[in-house]
T-cell receptor, first 115, second 113 residues
Framework: GAVVSQHPSWVICKSGTSVKIECRSL??????MFWYRQFPKQSLMLMAT?????????EQGVEKDKFLINHASLTLSTLTVTSAHPEDSSFYIC???????????FGNGTRLTVT | QKEVEQDPGPLSVPEGAIVSLNCTYS??????FMWYRQYSRKGPELLMY????GNKEDGRFTAQVDKSSKYISLFIRDSQPSDSATYLC?????????????FGSGTQLTVLP
């Protein structure tokens, strides 16, 4: 089945620094990937749609200059949290549709803690 | 009113019990219905995927969709402690599109040994 790999699984950084999270589709190509954020005991909130070869589409209320998305190849999308603040601490999850637009498959998430 | 309603639980059952998880929704245009299982500190894992109304069975899991009642269910037979997780229902107008994917809030399940 479709596998989405996300790295790192957890990261701690200092306020003001930037953090890059990678999302890879391992056995299929994904022209589109999606980035979610999840707060404790809450459901997933779609942040943005990552499009291979073009600009990402951000959901309302998500700062595109803060959450930089790059989709440089058919198997890799990156989310960079710039100038991180403690309120950016959260669980970030990427996903991609499988073959023939099958349902979304999710990565294992990245727990970001900003101190 | 939320577009998808899901009882957040928590739900605790003894090992071997039959578990019933449910979601209701308001948008009659939803065509694709999914159940995801999410372990603590992990990403959601696709469990079941159904299109339109009907039942689908996979091992101990059965998914039911009743479009006339706008109601979907996931049944877990012979529940195991390893089934302890949060279960998220999700539905969409079309498959593979996150922008049209609506999640329930998740039900936290604990299966006690």
């Amino acid at each position: 089945g479709a596998v989405v790999s996300q790295h790192p699984s957890w990261v701690i950084c200092k306020s003001g620094t930037s953090v890059k999270i990678e999302c890879r589709s391992l056995d299929f190509q994904a022209t589109t990937m999606f980035w979610y954020r999840q707060f404790p005991k809450q459901s997933l909130m779609l942040m943005a749609t990552s499009n291979e070869g073009s600009k990402a589409t951000y959901e309302q209320g998500v700062e595109k200059d803060k959450f930089l998305i790059n989709h440089a190849s058919l198997t890799l999308s990156t989310l960079t949290v710039t100038s991180a603040h403690p309120e950016d601490s959260s669980f970030y999850i990427c996903s991609a549709p499988g073959q023939n637009n099958s349902p979304l498959h999710f990565g294992n998430g990245t727990r970001l803690t900003v101190t | 009113q939320k577009e998808v309603e899901q009882d957040p639980g928590p739900l605790s059952v003894p090992e071997g019990a039959i578990v019933s998880l449910n979601c209701t929704y308001s948008n009659s245009a939803f065509q694709y219905f999914m159940w995801y299982r999410q372990y603590s500190r992990k990403g959601p894992e696709l469990l079941m995927y159904t299109y339109s109304s009907g039942n689908k069975e996979d091992g101990r899991f059965t998914a039911q969709v009743d479009k006339s009642s706008k109601y979907i269910s996931l049944f877990i037979r012979d529940s195991q402690p390893s089934d302890s997780a949060t279960y998220l229902c999700a539905m969409s107008l079309r498959s593979g599109s996150a922008r049209q994917l609506t999640f329930g809030s998740g039900t936290q399940l604990t299966v006690l040994p």
